[in-house]
Antibody, heavy 126, light 110 residues
Framework: QVQLVQSGAEVKKPGASVKVSCKAS????????ISWVRQAPGQGLEWMGW????????NYAQKLQGRVTMTTDTSTSTAYMELRSLRSDDTAVYYC???????????????????WGQGTLVTVSS | QSVLTQPPSVSAAPGQKVTISCSGS????????VSWYQQLPGTAPKLLIY???KRPSGIPDRFSGSKSGTSATLGITGLQTGDEADYYC???????????FGGGTKLTVL
């Protein structure tokens, strides 16, 4: 069965960086992309970006350009999301999700998140 | 302020039917596929509907999706107390160059 298992909760100070992992199993990792979605406390869903597990191509939300980096390690079927220069409003639960759609040339097509990780709470506080 | 507009809350009695609307524009819903997600309290979202009206394996046919112009609708029939959750629509927005979600709708089964 498809599973996405994320790393544990983090507490960071403003200005620091955080790197969240998402280990996939139960499917061919390189056949799908991974999107990252975050949810601030009591708020809705916010898409952060997408990475192809096949070739590492990325498409980041403009709001986070320059602060976020998404990578994959195909040898361990793991996706990573690093967010730098953390601020208090980055406090959120961060989810990875398998994406049946794809992104190319700056656009994403038929985004469909069919499996999700359990979420990782990142708290940014001084 | 979300790009896709959903009602903050809806409610209905067990066994009844409810619809949740998702209103957008030509840069998002009007020219892209819509998906719907259910988020039970304290859990990750779960895919309910994709490509406007398709159900993934394992999702009961009590859940349905439709799209007309720049709006999409999620329908749930035979409401159960276990359906109490937040529901989100999502799609690509070509103006924002981002995948966008509605603000979410809290369903209460009275």
């Amino acid at each position: 069965q498809v599973q996405l298992v994320q790393s544990g909760a983090e507490v960071k100070k403003p200005g620091a960086s955080v790197k969240v992992s998402c280990k996939a199993s139960g499917y061919t990792f390189t056949s799908y992309g991974i999107s990252w979605v975050r949810q601030a406390p009591g708020q809705g869903l916010e898409w952060m970006g997408w990475i192809s597990a096949y070739n590492g191509n990325t498409n980041y939300a403009q709001k986070l350009q320059g602060r976020v980096t998404m990578t994959t390690d195909t040898s361990t079927s793991t996706a990573y999301m690093e967010l730098r220069s953390l601020r208090s409003d980055d406090t959120a639960v961060y989810y990875c999700a398998r994406d049946l759609g794809y992104c190319s040339g700056g656009s994403c097509y038929r985004p469909t998140f069919d499996y999700w990780g359990q979420g990782t709470l990142v708290t940014v506080s001084s | 302020q979300s790009v896709l507009t959903q009602p903050p809350s809806v409610s209905a009695a067990p066994g009844q039917k409810v619809t949740i609307s998702c209103s957008g524009s030509s840069s998002n819903i009007g020219n892209n596929y819509v998906s719907w997600y259910q988020q039970l309290p304290g859990t990750a979202p779960k895919l309910l509907i994709y490509d406007n009206n398709k159900r993934p394996s394992g999702i009961p046919d009590r859940f349905s999706g439709s799209k007309s112009g720049t709006s999409a609708t999620l329908g749930i029939t035979g409401l159960q107390t276990g359906d109490e959750a937040d529901y989100y629509c999502g799609t690509w927005d070509s103006s924002l160059s981002a995948i966008v979600f509605g603000g979410g709708t809290k369903l209460t089964v009275l």
